[in-house]
Structure formats: C-alpha cells, structure tokens
C-alpha cells in the first residue's frame, strides 16, 4: 500500500500509517464531539476515544499477525488506513488450520477488547460519566468490529474462515479461494445495493451519509475480492 509512513515496529512488525488514516480519525472524532463544539472536554474524550479505537484495530491485526506467524506464515507489516488495518503477509497459509487460527484471532480480540471496555462502563457509569460514554462507545465499536469481520465475504476475516473450512473439507485450495471470492463479491454488492437504498429511503433513521459510507464499504470490498480473484487465477495458472 503506497502512500503509507512508518511508526517503528510493534514485536518485530513493521506498523505503518497511510494517509487515509488522517481522514477517518477526524470523521471519528467530529461525530464524537458534535453537537458539544465549544466543549474542551469532548474534544480531548473524542480524540482520547479515536485513538483508542485505533489502538484496538492495531490490536486486531497483530492478533491476526502473531497468530499468522506462531503457525508459519510470515508478516511484514502492519498498515492502518480508512477502512482499518491490513497484515502484509509475504505468503499465504500452507494448512488450513493455520488460516483458520488467523483469521479467527482477529474477531476474538476485537471481542476481548469490546468485553473489557464493557466492564468499564460498568465501573465507571455511575462515578466518571464522560470516561463511562467514552468506555461504552469503545466497547460496542470493537463488538461492531468483530461482527463486521465475521461476515462470510472474502478478503474479510469471515470470507477467510469459510475459505479455511472448505479448504479442509475439500482439501482443493484454489477452488475453495474462487469459492470464497465469489461470495466476497455477492457480499459486497449487497453492502452497495443496501447503500443505494439507504441513501433513496432513509429507512431507521439511518442519513444519506450511511449509505454512503456503506456502498463506499462495499465498493472497497469488490475491489479487493476482484484483486483476489486475479490473484488466485494467476496463481492457478502458474501452478498448470
């Protein structure tokens, strides 16, 4: 991923910064902060929160990379960005196993960190108010996080799961990759097409802005399952 800098390396892990990154934490941070604009408070709870949140996703991807790596597979780096984080692996699981271990590691420490900001909340509601919003916000966004990644559509961790499943029941690698991406693929046209509909329909109260960011969503995710697919064709060519 170009356009990307380094912040050091986090246990032998490259960590990198791309300049996407910049325009989700100010997102983040103006809808935590709005409608209290004059209010130094939120402003220092809403940048402590994004950066937390942040913190988290880090979290998340070196879960998948130190996992990744006790079971073989070599990771280079790890870059946040506008949609979250990627591990830049320099090859792919050789055991099913192996892939299905990495790509449960993610959601399971999303869930971990979602848990422990939970038991914050508790603590803190009735002592600290702005530490107990801040908590519970964290808390539902990393159980947001975990769901999320659990959807069944490759690149996401759930299309790595079932990609890991079919692997062992199929024992056909590449078929069950094709496999996967095409259910990626479905998988981001409906985000797209639920996008579209929020945006005309504005059904739950949801704004123009979520479908937007939605079908965004999803447009990213194609993309990213179409570079698979290419992937995956060339490699089972080379492999003919």
């Not at 402590?48 to 070599?74: C, M, Q």
């Not at 192996?98 to 790509?103: G, H, N, Q, S, T």
Request: hydrophobic content about 55%; charged content about 10%; proline content about 3%.
């Amino acid at each position: 991923m170009g356009r990307a800098f380094s912040l050091g390396k986090v246990f032998g892990i490259e960590f990198r910064l791309h300049y996407t990154w910049f325009v989700i934490f100010i997102l983040v941070t103006v809808s935590l902060v709005s409608p209290h604009w004059l209010s130094p408070l939120y402003w220092i709870m809403a940048i402590a929160a994004s950066l937390l949140f942040f913190a988290s996703v880090l979290a998340h991807e070196l879960a998948h990379s130190l996992v990744g790596r006790a079971n073989g597979i070599p990771v280079k780096s790890i870059t946040l960005f506008i949609f979250g984080g990627g591990a830049l692996m320099t090859r792919e699981a050789t055991r099913p196993n192996a892939e299905l271990k990495m790509a449960a590691a993610g959601p399971a420490c999303s869930l971990a960190i979602g848990g422990l900001f939970a038991l914050i909340w508790l603590v803190t509601r009735g002592v600290a108010t702005s530490v107990a919003e801040m908590a519970g916000w964290l808390a539902v966004i990393n159980i947001a996080l975990a769901v999320f990644n659990m959807i069944p559509g490759f690149p996401l961790d759930g299309g790595r799961i079932f990609r890991a499943i079919l692997w062992r029941t199929t024992g056909n690698y590449q078929r069950s990759t094709l496999l996967a991406i095409w259910v990626g693929r479905g998988v981001a046209y409906l985000f797209i097409l639920g996008g579209i509909l929020i945006i005309l329909l504005h059904p739950f109260g949801l704004s123009w802005f979520d479908g937007m960011w939605l079908a965004f969503i999803g447009w990213f995710l194609g993309n990213a399952a179409s570079a698979s697919y290419r992937q995956a064709r060339w490699s089972e060519t080379a492999t003919d």
